[in-house]
């Protein structure tokens, strides 16, 4: 039987005169990647990581993101905090931004990767879980969004000999989050969500 596979990389249709052998890779003619029928087993690596990003996502927002050094004076301060100053400031637009970006969007993310995960054997909630999948691909570009925030947050702050400003533990478990959230939605088959009752392949 004749089947017709889709690069995930170039976009190229090829045709298959029989399906490959099981553990078999085919690689496209244009542009040489491998190709898969499948992502192979998209759910269980989904939800690793979006466990890890899970369990990193405390960290990232309980623990200090930067320590600043001001005239011998040393202040942490974490995501919380910052986002508490700028409201105090009067910067309502930038706090919304970064409470956006940096705590509610990765939550939303994370959690919807794992309802997905879930209840992917679950039948009957194969719309709903298109809904999700569609959350999660108009809220996945705010990723570098956050990261951006924070990198400009910390240049305003960077006042050279007056202040320094040295990373902090939740700096690194925040960018893990963005890296394993980023992974996990990259790993996931989208396919999987109306495959309710049947075998991963």
């Known amino acids: 039987m004749e089947r017709i596979l889709t690069c995930q990389t170039c976009g ?8 490959p052998p ?14 898969h029928r499948r992502k192979p087993d998209s ?8 466990l890890g990003a899970l369990v990193l996502y405390f960290p ?51 959690l919807g990767l794992l309802f997905l995960c879930i209840t992917l054997k679950w039948p009957h909630w ?22 951006t925030l924070l990198a400009i947050l910390v240049a305003v702050a960077e006042l050279g000999e007056v202040a320094t400003v040295h990373p902090g ?8 989050v963005v890296v394993l959230t980023i992974s996990a939605t990259v790993t996931f088959d989208p396919r999987l969500v109306w495959d309710a009752g049947r075998e991963e392949p």
Do not use: H
């Open 12 to 19: 190229l249709l090829q045709r298959l005169e029989e399906p």
């Open 22 to 35: 099981v553990g078999a890779s085919v690689s496209c003619v244009r542009c040489g990647f491998v190709v």
């Open 43 to 50: 759910r269980s690596r989904t939800l690793a990581l979006a």
């Open 60 to 110: 990232a927002n309980l623990f200090p993101i930067v320590t600043t050094e001001y005239w011998g004076m040393q202040e942490k301060t974490t995501i919380f905090q910052g986002i508490s100053g700028l409201f105090k400031q009067g910067n309502y637009f930038v706090g919304s931004l970064v409470f956006t970006t940096s705590i509610l969007t990765p939550a939303l993310k994370i």
């Open 126 to 147: 194969q719309k709903f879980r298109t809904w999700v999948y569609k959350i999660i691909q108009v809220i996945d570009p705010w990723n570098m969004l956050e990261v």
């Open 169 to 176: 533990a939740g700096v690194f478990s925040f960018a893990a």
